[in-house]
């Protein structure tokens, strides 16, 4: 990455003009956002929530339309030449393989890793709280801590932009708030800009503390998008507050 | 009726269907003793040098056929699977013809193409090189490879369908290796896989009769099974027939065992398959490596197909049609298939059924686990206690009694309706039990019981596998040699005996029109039951 000042630093993600037809409904995406920014995406089931994350993400190729990340043309790249990190709501780790193998993948897929890249899994591992960690098994970890070692994997991989598919959607409150907390820090990187996060959630609460900005989608676009105060707060469009269940909490 | 009484009818009905087809798998193996005299003592037999030959003949076809079909599986479903050619699921189709199509045609259409007069022995001959000779190991080698191949690509397949589609992003995103691919994701897949399609297949080639009978040339290529049948349908030695059947009950449980510690359950695996969309992306040579390999492997199990259709077409199929010997085995055929299929299916419901009544909302009892565990043994026992045998012993008992040829249909129809429950149990059971996981409380909360509740809760979840159960037993019974063969006679005869016969008497052109007819009837038995069954779904939806 070239050391650019924020204010001409260029657009993390763009999504312009995209268009994909998926099981019935034509979908229809025109997004920018910021490098540094932490977007949340909300939105009903169905939405195309995660269809718009699979599309930046390479895993959907659009019907029509460009997506540009950090300022190049990605729309013909495959998702493994795409600079980016991806989380899912589960089955991020190899389930034979322990926490250090899944963790290095980021960096190698060979069985050696050397002497500096054993430090670098052993310090990402260290800053999602995981010192000790290295040789267990995915099942001898409780959800929360897998979704961890897949964060840890995540910002090993140093990539500008994180997409993130409902990961912490099996946690129990507390630990949501803990995980975001530990995401949030993860993404300030020592004098440089902030990993670009993307983050579809189905808990709204989840974007108030971190999120600079809220899109909500339905059926197939998105439908308002602002800074998440003035979105949450149900006054920016009656189909939020309908989303989001205040008209009935109000009456 | 409360559903207490509901579910004791259900358990009870169960057991009664479950003791039935124990009792005729039992009545059989307990003939062959008492007909045929004291069991003979198993260390003696085993010093039998013929009879050390047969066993060694029948571990080394086996094993020799096993390795081959998993050897060359793998390879194809690697390369079927993350190759992006369209018609993925169309070769999965053909894949499962084999298990559909009788042996005996199979058997006919492999001698066919491998055979001395056989397409590859032509293009053998034209470059000068020795024809093949199939008789013998090659041919039964060939012809288990045929159906056991595909078996093993469609299992090695549903194994990768069940990687999780975040392990293929993941592959894609951190630009993985083919052979990281391989390392991380592939082989953890397959190796859950093939050593249950192993036990499987080695199985099926341990109690193949059909394909032995017809390829197996003499003593130097005889297996336990086709040695029973020929001990009581040529030579009539009770006494060897039991003596050989105690080994091969021997041998089949030990591999049953294996196979049941080995994979979870080795007859799984019956969906079509290549659903996963991947994201690693093969190089050219790779790419066009994988569909240079998708092509040969695809072309190794159609070109049988083909075979059948040609050299059947240039039979006299008018005249083979108006045949009054080919017509009445043909109505035989299917009055037999149907009646087996409608038996078999009534027969495993009823037991899968009761073995859900007997699956516990709350705390699980032993009592009520035994009885389970009883009931699912019931239904696959058969895989142990194989149809010729079951045959001899009914036909030693029945000898005794009354006139055999009299009784042959019923003993036919009741053996074609064992040897399919294991298949219907499997293809069904799983859908009736998430049916129960999903709507058994509701059922019960709501007090539906008895016929309301089999039409409204268990039907419309057992609709969908109960038609592909229904055809496949029907298709596997108007295929089957094995329980005719012992039975059959120039007044009881099927099209599979029929073609025996022909082919007996080397009349090749009726015995290829003939194979094309049971062929076709067997396919197109399988697709009108399938599509009457889901279109009635549609209608009533």
Known sequence: MTQTNAAFAPDALVVDGVEFAHGGTAMHFDLTVKAGEWLALIGPSGAGKSTLLDLAAGFLAPERGRILIAGIDVTALSPAERPLSMVFQDNNLFAHLDAFRNVALGITPRLRVSREQRRAVEAALAAVGLEGYAARLPRQMSGGERQRVALARAFLRERPLILLDEPFAALGPALRSDMLDLLAALRQRNGAQPATVVMVTHHPEDATANADRVAYLEAGSIAAIGPTTAMLSGAADPRISHYLGMRTKNV | ?541
């Open chain 2, 1 to 541: 009726m409360t559903t207490r009484t509901d579910r004791r009818i259900r358990i009870g009905l169960g057991i009664a269907a479950a003791l039935l087809a124990l009792g005729f798998l039992i009545g059989g193996v307990a003939a062959l003793s008492t007909v045929g005299g004291a069991v003979p003592d198993l260390a003696a037999l085993l010093h039998d040098p013929y009879i050390r030959a047969i066993l060694g003949f029948t571990l080394l076809q086996a094993g020799l056929s096993t390795a081959l079909s998993i050897i060359l599986a793998i390879p194809f479903s690697l390369a079927l699977h993350r190759s992006r050619i369209s018609g993925k699921r169309l070769i999965m189709r053909l894949f499962l013809l084999p298990q559909a199509l009788p042996v005996l045609v199979g058997a006919l259409a492999v001698i066919t193409i491998w055979g001395q007069n056989g397409l590859v022995s032509r293009g053998l001959a034209a470059l000068g090189l020795p024809r093949l000779d199939v008789y013998g190991l090659t041919g039964i080698l060939i012809a288990h490879v045929f159906f056991n191949m595909p078996l093993a690509a469609r299992l090695v397949v549903a194994g990768l369908d069940r990687v999780p589609a975040e392990s293929w992003k993941l592959a894609g995103q951190l630009a993985l290796s083919p052979l990281a691919v391989f390392r991380l994701i592939e082989w953890p897949a397959l190796r859950r896989v093939l050593p249950g399609a192993a036990a499987l297949i080695f199985m099926l080639c341990i109690t193949s009769f059909t394909i032995v009978l017809v390829l197996g040339g003499g003593p130097a290529a005889t297996t336990l099974e086709i040695a029973v049948y020929q001990a009581l349908r040529y030579d009539f030695d009770p006494g060897r027939a039991i003596g050989l059947s105690v080994i091969q009950i021997a041998l089949t449980t030990l591999v049953l065992i294996a196979a049941l510690r080995l994979g979870r359950d080795p007859m799984g695996g019956f969906g079509f398959g290549a659903k996963a969309r991947r994201f690693d992306s093969p190089s050219p040579t790779r790419a066009a490596l994988d569909g240079l390999i998708v092509v040969i492997g695809t072309l190794f199990v159609a070109s049988p197909f083909v075979a059948i259709l040609v050299s059947g077409l240039a039979a006299d199929l008018a005249r083979l049609v108006t045949e009054v010997a080919v017509r009445r085995a043909a109505l035989t055929s299917l009055a037999v298939s149907l009646a087996a299929a409608t038996l078999s299916l009534v027969v495993s419901i009823l037991v899968l059924m009761a073995i859900e009544a007997l699956r516990p909302a709350g705390r699980d009892s032993a009592g009520r686990r035994a009885t389970r565990i009883g009931l699912e043994t019931a239904t696959s026992l058969v895989l142990v206690v194989s149809p010729v045998i079951i045959g001899a012993g009914w036909f030693l008992l029945l000898r005794q009694v009354t006139n055999v040829l009299a009784a042959a249909p019923y003993v036919v129809v009741a053996i074609n309706a064992v040897m399919a429950m294991p298949f219907i149990v499997r293809i069904v059971g799983p859908a009736l039990a998430e049916a129960q996981t999903h709507n058994g409380r509701l059922a019960e909360s709501l007090g539906l019981t008895g016929l309301a509740r089999l039409a409204f809760v268990d039907f419309p979840a057992m609709r969908q596998p109960l038609a592909l159960a229904f055809a496949f037993a029907a298709a596997l019974s108007f295929g089957d040699l094995g329980a005719i063969a012992l039975f059959g006679s120039n007044d009881f005869s099927t099209l599979p005996y029929l073609l025996l016969q022909r082919m007996g008497s080397y009349r090749t052109a009726d015995a290829a029109g003939l194979a094309l007819i049971l062929g076709a009837i067997t396919v197109a038995l399988m697709a009108t039951v399938e599509r009457g069954f889901t279109g009635s779904r549609e209608r009533t939806a």
